[in-house]
């Protein structure tokens, strides 16, 4: 028998490429009871895995075009904004009640607000708060940039025009204080060092207890194979190199897409074009992205599995990933579980994950000319990816297991 049950809250579950999903996977092969509780899944439920009915999903369209409202005037340079406008009240889900841990992942966008947290956090189980990013430490973005604000109170929000400066940033940051000052039984946990260090800071976060567990990537089916099989698998040159590159939204402003245009564009001198194909993966065929780019181009579309993605890696001699914002870098690690090294900024998590010049290159923050060195240095070099010992399955699922242990013992006392 499972030593103990814990639930994981996300709004959405993709059935690839969810850290949330693997965690949740992991811990069940490591002995532990652990079910998923979503808004919208493209997951069959099962006794491990529900999601709320067809009216939570209504109200999480209303909730969306709300919060479009209320954050019409962002810019969009700066990412996302979220501030939960409508939810649920899960506290009373048969999977909530009997777990003895809950997780709080990506749990808004419809699927919670404060007062549903607040709801949960009265039942007095330990919570688990996932960092997946940096929306639980500031009044509302995802990702801050240059700004620290939210080391005091999110006031001059820069993601508003003068005048709403001091609006939707302020009236969020006071929503989470009011909600973490509430209640002792509030655990944060930051899968890279960086997202802990910013924790750390936060006026938000920075009296709550904050772990640092990394998230997950099995070895299974992220290994290396047969670099030719996986090209004539996807219908990929044999002999050309092959840059990869992947993004649901290659022209996201968290994603770095003109560096690595500007990158290519400085390689091109450097390859023959004819022998060189950058395959994009994660968003279908981009005419303006094709042009662009000055070798030949192949878009894989949106794949729906990790075995697909698993492909891609292995097929290419280098995986650039150009995140400006990363808290972790989840497809770097993929990469280099493949074998395949990765050219990335150091920035956010990405330091965690890459050993400059061992396993990949680490390029100056948004320094084009720099990323292409490091695309070539790992062509040159014919660098192989790896990943680092303290990204093994077993040691993060016991980092989770101590937790456990922790706070439950915390609570007993109690």
């Not at 030593?3 to 993709?14: A, C, F, I, R």
């Not at 989470?176 to 976060?205: C, G, R």
């Not at 990765?342 to 010049?357: L, R, S």
Request: aromatic content about 10%; glycine content about 6%.
């Amino acid at each position: 028998m499972a030593k103990y049950k814990v639930v994981h809250l996300q709004t959405h579950l993709p059935s690839s490429g969810n850290a949330a999903f693997r965690l949740h996977t992991a811990l069940l092969k490591g002995g532990v009871h652990s079910t998923m509780l979503s808004l919208s899944t493209d997951v069959g439920s099962s006794e491990q895995i529900a999601h709320l009915r067809r009216r939570a999903e209504a109200v999480s369209i209303v909730n969306s075009k709300l919060q479009n409202y209320l954050t019409k005037d962002s810019f969009e340079d700066f990412g996302m904004f979220s501030y939960p406008v409508l939810g649920n009240d899960i506290s009373k889900h048969e999977l909530v009640t009997e777990a003895d841990v809950i997780y709080l992942h990506w749990a808004i966008g419809g699927f919670m607000t404060f007062k549903n947290m607040h709801q949960l956090a009265k039942l007095n189980k330990p919570i688990i708060v996932f960092m997946h990013d940096m929306w639980n430490m500031t009044g509302g973005c995802h990702y801050s940039f240059t700004c620290t604000n939210y080391k005091t109170d999110c006031s001059n929000c820069q993601m508003f025009p003068e005048g709403k400066k001091n609006g939707i940033s302020i009236k969020g940051f006071k929503k989470k204080k009011k909600l973490y000052d509430s209640y002792d039984n509030l655990f944060f946990v930051a899968p890279s060092k960086w997202i802990y260090e910013m924790a750390k800071e936060s006026a938000l976060t920075n009296n709550k207890p904050i772990h640092y567990i990394p998230n997950l990537v099995g070895h299974e089916p992220f290994k290396p194979l047969n670099k030719k099989m996986a090209r004539e698998i996807l219908g990929l040159s044999t002999d050309d190199i092959i840059i990869a590159f992947g993004a649901a939204s290659p022209t996201s402003p968290y994603k770095g897409w003109k560096y690595l245009k500007e990158a290519l564009e400085k390689l091109a001198a450097k390859f023959n074009k004819g022998k060189v194909t950058v395959a994009i993966f994660g968003s279908d065929h981009d005419d303006e992205i094709a042009e662009s780019i000055p070798f030949k181009t192949h878009f894989l579309g949106r794949l729906r599995d990790d075995y697909s993605t698993a492909l891609v890696y292995n097929s290419a001699d280098v995986f650039v990933a150009p995140s400006v914002a990363e808290a972790f870098g989840l497809v770097i690690l993929e990469a280099l579980r493949c074998g395949t090294p990765v050219a990335a900024f150091n920035t956010g998590g990405i330091p965690d994950i890459i050993e400059h010049q061992k396993n990949g290159y680490l390029a100056n923050y948004r320094d084009a000319e720099d990323l292409a060195r490091g695309i070539q240095f790992c062509i040159d070099q014919r660098l192989k990816g790896y990943a680092q010992p303290k990204f093994d399955e077993k040691s993060i699922i016991d980092g989770h297991i101590e937790l456990f242990d922790q706070m439950l013992n915390l609570k007993s006392i109690d």
